[in-house]
């Protein structure tokens, strides 16, 4: 695995890869890598000629300091982790990435008002500024992401849409832990008395899935709310059942897509996860 940490470096390398008509797969992550950025690297090397992943925790998409300066980062272990699946692996320092203060602005409408949009001022911005420059730099054939970040995957997929870059986005599975719970750089941060709990959001939304069959999507988001409400160790930060494509609100089961999506706070840890009703 080549390790690169300047752009110059990764120019040169792409251009490499390209006179070789070899095809590009691209996984962009924050690190603290697990099982879950793992399933989507073998799901890129598998449909490409060359793997190329990204560690970069990018300051732009949080609002929140805090949670910034706490993300978990773990170079060293993630290295040795992909060591023998990654071809190129980029590494860029934030002043690499940004030796300007970005001035690229990105407008999504409603995917980006709902949801996280609603908790994270200006956090898919920061999104979308990040992936189009790696993008611009990568040039893969294929780039993959997890489902886990669902508004995510549609944001990206609207900004390769409207951007009109020839490059497939491949979503890939939630991979979740043997009890349920979604995998997640931010388990890590979980105390040992919050992650024996920390199941229970999953078991929420598999169970709620089952209501969708007698109940309205108001009656399951409301049936969620007061799951939450009765478990003092959980602050529910919102719920929504969406389309599945346009993440709008749902007032019956008509659409082809249809998603609960829901962020939850433990142990001062946010989470989020999703499970799909129709696809």
């Known amino acids: ?22 095809r590009i797969g ?15 690297m073998r799901k890129a090397k598998s449909e490409n000629d060359v793997l190329v992943c990204s560690i970069f925790v990018n300051p732009i998409q949080f609002n929140n300091a805090e949670d910034l300066e706490h993300y978990p980062r773990l170079p060293q272990q993630d290295i040795s982790l992909i060591d023998s699946l990654c071809d190129v692996l980029f590494m860029p320092s934030a002043n690499e990435m940004y030796p300007e203060p970005p001035a690229e602005s990105f407008h999504f409408g ?10 994270r001022p200006n956090h898919f911005n920061g999104v979308a500024i ?33 951007a009109r870059l020839p490059i497939e986005i491949k979503a890939v599975d939630i991979v979740r832990e043997t009890d349920g719970l979604a995998m ?26 089952t209501l969708t069959s007698t109940k309205t999507p108001q009656e399951v988001e409301s ?23 346009t993440l709008e609100n749902m007032s019956d089961y008509q659409a082809k897509s249809i998603v609960i999506c829901l962020a939850v706070w433990l142990d001062n840890v946010r989470l989020i996860d999703n499970i799909t009703i129709k696809e």
């Open 184 to 209: 997640s750089s931010r388990n890590k941060r979980l105390s040992e008395k919050a992650r024996e709990i920390a199941p229970f959001i999953f078991q929420t939304l598999t169970q709620a899935k």
């Open 130 to 162: 990040v992936v189009n420059r790696l993008f611009a730099m990568v040039c893969p054939d294929m780039a993959y992401f997890g489902k886990k970040d669902f508004q995510q995957l549609a944001i990206i997929r609207k900004m390769t849409e409207d």
């Open 1 to 22: 695995m080549k390790i690169i940490h300047t752009k110059a470096l990764l120019a040169e390398e792409i251009t490499n890869i390209k006179n070789r008509s070899q």
């Open 26 to 40: 691209f996984v962009p992550t924050m690190g603290a890598l697990h099982e879950g950025h793992l399933a989507l």
């Open 223 to 245: 049936w969620i709310n007061e799951q939450f409400d009765n478990q003092k160790e959980f602050q529910l930060e919102y719920v929504q059942m969406v389309n599945g494509e």
């Open 110 to 119: 409603l995917l980006e008002e709902v949801m996280e949009g609603r908790f």
